[in-house]
Every structure is written in structure tokens, then in C-alpha cells.
């Protein structure tokens, strides 16, 4: 099965368990590794057969945007139940990272994978 990626996915949106996070727009970063078969795109170069990342990011940034959640858990969770429902893609991996909340850290986050990536059955 052949992946299509997206990196850095940067959305603005409320986020977060303390009170102070809900009246305000923190950062969420997205990378996405998605299972879809390139070969009938790029066979007939056609758009319409391939997995169109822009309508993707743009789909993840207008549900993040429209959502809100305490947890970036749900986020992910909600996020990989939209793709796989809407983009007919078979498996996702899906990394989500929230800069900035843990001041020590660089970074933290969850890292989920749902569906398959071999196109029978079998996980990541």
C-alpha cells in the first residue's frame, strides 16, 4: 500500500482541560501518514483518482477549527474517525503534538494509527 503524507499541519483552535486554555487559540501541529493506492492517479494523472491532501488539510483544519475538546487525545481520535469515514482511505497514522504545553519540553503529544496500511486487514 502506498502512503501519502502530510507534515506540519498547523491549526489554530481552542484546546484544553484548564479554563484559561477555553477562552483562547493555541497551536495544534497534525502529521499524517495516510494508506492509499497512488496507482490509478498517477496512471491516468489524474486529480479526481488521487488523495487530494489540500481538500484533506483543509477538511482537518475546519473540523479542528469547528470542534472543541479538552483532551488533544479526542482531537486525534475525532480527526482519524473524520478521514477514514470521508477520504476512503483504508488506515491512518496520525500524530498530534501541542507546542508549547509543557515549558520544559519541546513538544508533546499523542501518536494514534487506526485501520490497516497492506489493504488486508493487518495494522501498522
Known sequence: MDRVFINSLEVLCTIGVYEWEKT???KLVFDLVLAFDNRPAAQDDNIVLALDYAV??????????????????????????????????PGLQL???KPGAVPMAANVGVQITRGNFN???TSL
Open 95 to 97: 500524530t498530534l503534538s
Open 119 to 121: 489493504g488486508q486487514g
Open 56 to 89: 484533506l488539510s483543509q477538511r482537518i483544519v475546519e473540523f479542528a477549527q469547528n470542534h472543541t475538546f479538552e483532551l488533544i487525545e479526542t482531537m486525534a481520535e475525532r480527526v482519524a474517525t473524520m478521514i477514514l469515514a470521508e477520504f476512503n482511505v
Open 24 to 26: 483562547i487559540k493555541q
